[in-house]
């Protein structure tokens, strides 16, 4: 078993592609399964975040919520310089309300699961971007309507709903976080859980297998009915993720960040709570029906754009101590 962990974990990156591919292939093979598919995300996606938060001691989170530079730079990145970089993009798509309302749905929301895992790999603070992720879902839950309202027009606002905001909050942050907590407990006085932090260490690339290969798979088939239609909207999802990367690279450097700080203000500026806020775009009415599925194309064109920025984020923000390449308990503060 030692053997297998050690060879996934040096072959990461490889195999996260090859679960995108498997993913799609098995989408567009067997669109029947894409219900089936999509329930299984938040499962699967829960036991990922369980994994990650028993990374993470949470005396390290503790600390990080007082880190208020950070957590102003997260929220200022996000909430202020982010939306005047959504208005611009949206322009391009004003014509078609359905793909309007779906960019500015999935744009307008920083992800607060995911890319706690992501900021992870490429050697970010995890622990300080899991202390910012309440902030950042009350922020979102908040300021969401304002800026459909001035983006879209104070008519979208009936079809908003927090319920999907709260259910994610608590199925994929509470409930894991609560869980590694209770073991991280246990194992201070019991060996089984030790074992348990030991076995899911060594599962973490799998389970970021199945993460990708689900998403894929559950959304790949609805997306290639309309591609010509959503085509329109990738190159706007490909321009967002430099352009944010860009933007935590330089608020990190302004705010005079560590290196860990400021590749986490990278990732929680470039990914987005597509998960999250699909719900809100199915709700939309039938004539609106493209609106969940540029949801959806902004997190294939995601998916793909954070495998890239695992091995590029750590380019643009050396750092004279070797960069971790694998998820493990290494401090996040100085």
């Known amino acids: 078993m030692g053997r297998a962990v050690q060879w996934w974990d040096e072959k990461q990156i490889p195999l996260y592609v090859a679960a995108i591919a498997a993913g799609a292939v098995l ?26 938060f028993l990374g993470v001691p949470l005396i390290e989170v503790g600390r990080a919520f007082r880190d208020v530079r950070f957590l102003a730079t997260v929220l200022v990145a996000n909430f202020v310089v982010v939306p005047a970089i959504v208005y611009g993009l949206s322009r391009f798509v004003a014509d078609d309300r359905g793909l309007l309302l779906g960019v500015l749905l999935v744009l307008l929301t920083p ?13 970010g603070a995890r622990a300080r971007l899991l202390a910012a992720a309440p902030l950042l879902m009350v922020a979102q839950i908040l300021l969401l309507p304002g800026y459909l309202y001035l983006f879209a027009g104070g008519d979208v606002l009936a079809v908003v709903d927090i319920a999907p905001f709260v259910e994610a909050f608590l199925v994929l ?9 209770a073991v991280q407990a246990l194992a201070r006085r019991h060996r089984a859980g030790q074992v348990t932090e030991t ?12 993460t990708l290969a689900v998403v894929i798979g559950s959304q790949i088939a609805a997306v290639g009915d309309r591609v010509t ?32 700080a400021t590749r986490a203000v990278m990732f ?26 540029a949801v959806v194309t902004q997190t294939l064109v995601e998916l ?6 695992v091995r590029l984020v750590p380019r643009l923000t050396p750092t004279r101590h070797p960069t971790p390449t694998v ?3 290494t401090p996040d503060l100085p």
């Open 229 to 260: 239609e959503l085509v329109r909207v990738v190159p706007l999802y490909v321009a967002f993720v430099v352009l944010a990367v860009a933007v935590g690279l330089l608020a990190g450097w302004l705010t005079r960040l560590d290196v860990p």
């Open 304 to 309: 793909v754009a954070m495998v890239v920025l």
């Open 27 to 52: 989408g567009l093979a067997a669109p029947g399964l894409a219900l089936t598919l999509e329930r299984s995300i938040n499962p699967v996606l829960a036991l990922l975040l369980f994994a990650t």
């Open 111 to 123: 992800c607060i699961d995911y890319v706690i895992v992501f900021t992870g790999l490429a050697g």
């Open 173 to 181: 942050i509470v409930l894991p976080l609560a869980a590694a907590a």
């Open 268 to 293: 929680a500026t470039a990914t987005r709570n597509s998960l999250v806020v699909l719900p809100l775009a199915l709700a939309l009415p039938a004539s609106l029906a493209i609106a969940p599925l």
């Open 199 to 210: 076995v899911m260490a060594g599962a973490m690339v799998p389970l970021m297998m199945a």
């Open 327 to 329: 998820l493990t308990a």
